[in-house]
């Protein structure tokens, strides 16, 4: 067995819009150590994370942060230490353009 510790996802998505950030690949299992969102706007913002597992389609149930306010100029930080299984998908969404996500943690095969 072996474990790689890296950055999983980095990616500014398009406001309003569910976007995959990251799915764990077949025969690995992932424990994300750290979520961290930054709002490089001069304005307030939102942000939604969700945990789709085995690639299911997306619902309300699978939110871990739904509209989750964020300030301007500021950055959200949540050490998490959530365990993840091949195929389960992580996926994004921001409330206006700008809104940065970074997903730090192991891969594990």
Same mark, same amino acid.
């Given at each position: 067995?072996?474990? =790689?510790?890296?950055? +999983? /996802? =980095?990616?500014?998505?398009?406001?309003?819009? +569910?976007?995959? /950030?990251?799915?764990?690949? /077949?025969?690995?299992?992932?424990?994300?150590?750290?979520?961290?969102?930054?709002?490089?706007?001069?304005? @307030? #913002?939102? &942000?939604?994370? #969700?945990?789709?597992?085995?690639?299911?389609?997306?619902?309300?149930? =699978?939110?871990?942060?739904? @509209?989750?306010?964020? !300030?301007?100029?500021?950055?959200?930080?949540?050490?998490?230490? +959530?365990? +993840?299984?091949?195929? @389960? !998908? !992580?996926?994004? =969404?921001?409330?206006?353009?700008?809104?940065?996500?970074?997903? &730090?943690? !192991?891969?594990?095969?």
């Amino acid at each position: 067995m072996s474990e =790689q510790y890296k950055t +999983l /996802a =980095q990616l500014t998505p398009v406001a309003n819009t +569910l976007t995959t /950030a990251y799915t764990v690949p /077949a025969s690995t299992s992932t424990t994300i150590s750290s979520l961290v969102i930054c709002n490089t706007n001069s304005f @307030d #913002s939102t &942000f939604r994370i #969700s945990i789709m597992i085995g690639g299911a389609t997306n619902a309300i149930k =699978q939110y871990i942060y739904y @509209d989750l306010p964020i !300030v301007n100029n500021d950055t959200f930080i949540a050490t998490i230490g +959530l365990t +993840l299984a091949a195929t @389960d !998908v !992580v996926s994004v =969404q921001a409330g206006t353009t700008g809104i940065a996500f970074n997903i &730090f943690g !192991v891969e594990i095969q």
